[in-house]
């Protein structure tokens, strides 16, 4: 069956188009004057998703940026134990007698160091005799005490009569290495010669040992009843004031310790760590220009107070450090005058510390919260936004939820 027309109606212009530019106005778009039929939303979606993919990299670099900036910045906090303030270097005059490290919040001075003593453990030297040769000690089971701390063991060493002395050596090393009493045992070989040299493993005056024989000649005959060097105490005088140790590792003073190497006169000077000051300074500069330099290439993509904030540390910093070679350029960068910081270090120093303590709460104050703030308050992805005027970022969006309202085919250029 065909189909047959009943009626044709003509609909007026202004009804076919009067929606879609009413729409059009309400979107603030300029807009085709011929109804729309159809439309293909896949080059918005394209430019939206790299927006996306922009708005998070901008996020996560402004996220790490500021961590590292707070991070520098956070050596310069006198409040932290291991602020650079705090670090000491101690710097000896003989280096070959004294060598010296001074740890964090050393008292910074002069002092002069006697070293009159080393510490030093016993040794006993046993009398040599040709390796191959006969041992001095006689055929036999010899027994004999080793006294070492206070405790005294019973050794027994059985000498072969075809033995040599190297060999018989060997045997009565054995027996002093496994009785573990403190002492050490080696053989000490000269060409054709050897001989027996026992040593206290520590140092210090109540290490001392001593050997006798119970049953048999082996520590006579041997010379091992003779001390070739007594176990000591080192002796050493800070400012005139004496001290003695079992060691030669010793602390000197509050947060100073010190190698003692051999006898001898020092003279040794505490003082911060300029070096390792300027460096952390220059680190904090540099990290601070970093995140200025990348807040003023996004500003579509981030909020204005962002920059606006470094501005006034940058401000504060020229205020508080400015005697210290630290400047503020015209875009609000920082500069750092390396040797004027450290000739005013040492004109001046607890000054600097309590402007330097400062600045670093300030800026970790100032900085530190935007890795908790929401992103909507960075970026301005929010109608309700508490900083200005909406950004120029805040508008794909707003072009994104119009187009899928109307229908309308989107190429705008953001």
Avoid: C
């Avoid at 206070?150 to 060493?157: P, R």
């Avoid at 050997?211 to 080192?234: K, M, P, T």
């Avoid at 800026?363 to 308050?377: H, K, L, N, V």
């Amino acid at each position: 069956m065909g189909v047959r027309l009943a009626a044709v109606h003509q609909i007026p212009y202004s009804q076919r188009v009067g929606p879609y530019h009413f729409q059009m106005i309400q979107a603030k778009l300029s807009g085709p004057v011929q109804p729309i039929t159809g439309y293909n939303l896949q080059p918005f979606y394209t430019r939206h998703q790299q927006w996306m993919t922009d708005l998070a990299d901008s996020l996560s670099h402004l996220y790490r940026y500021t961590a590292e900036l707070n991070q520098a910045a956070g050596k310069f906090d006198a409040s932290r134990p291991q602020s650079v303030l705090y670090a000491r270097l101690a710097l000896s005059s003989r280096p070959d007698t004294l060598q010296a490290k001074a740890g964090a919040k050393a008292k910074p001075g002069r002092h002069q160091v006697e070293v009159a003593r080393l510490a030093s453990p016993q040794v006993t030297i046993g009398m040599s005799a040709e390796n191959s040769g006969p041992s001095p000690v006689s055929a036999g089971l010899h027994s004999f005490t080793l006294t070492a701390q206070g405790q005294e063991k019973l050794l027994t060493v059985l000498v072969s009569s075809a033995d040599t002395h190297e060999q018989a050596l060997r045997r009565i090393a054995g027996a002093i290495q496994q009785s573990d009493s403190g002492v050490t045992s080696v053989i000490e070989y000269q060409g054709a010669a050897s001989r027996l040299v026992l040593r206290s493993l520590r140092s210090g005056s109540d290490q001392g040992f001593a050997l006798a024989d119970r049953d048999g000649s082996l520590v006579r005959a041997l010379g091992l009843d003779r001390i070739a060097r007594v176990a000591e105490d080192a002796a050493f005088a800070v400012d005139g004031m004496w001290s003695s140790s079992p060691g030669n590792q010793v602390e000197l003073m509050e947060q100073v310790t010190a190698t003692l190497l051999q006898p001898g006169k020092v003279v040794l000077q505490i003082e911060p760590d300029l070096d390792g000051i300027v460096a952390a300074a220059r680190d904090w500069v540099d990290r601070f220009n970093r995140l200025h330099r990348f807040l003023e290439g996004r500003p579509q993509m981030l909020m204005g107070y962002l920059s606006e904030t470094l501005q006034d540390i940058s401000l504060e910093a020229r205020a508080k450090l400015g005697d210290f070679g630290l400047r503020a350029t015209a875009d609000r960068s920082l500069e750092l005058d390396e040797e004027w910081l450290r000739h005013a270090l040492e004109r001046d120093y607890p000054h600097f510390v309590e402007k330097a303590s400062d600045l670093s709460r300030l800026i970790i104050e100032m900085t530190g919260a935007w890795r908790s703030t929401p992103p909507s308050q960075l970026t301005g992805l929010t109608e309700e936004k508490p900083y200005g005027s909406p950004s120029p970022s805040f508008l794909p969006r707003q072009f994104f939820k119009q187009a899928v309202y109307t229908g309308l085919l989107v190429n705008q250029l953001w």
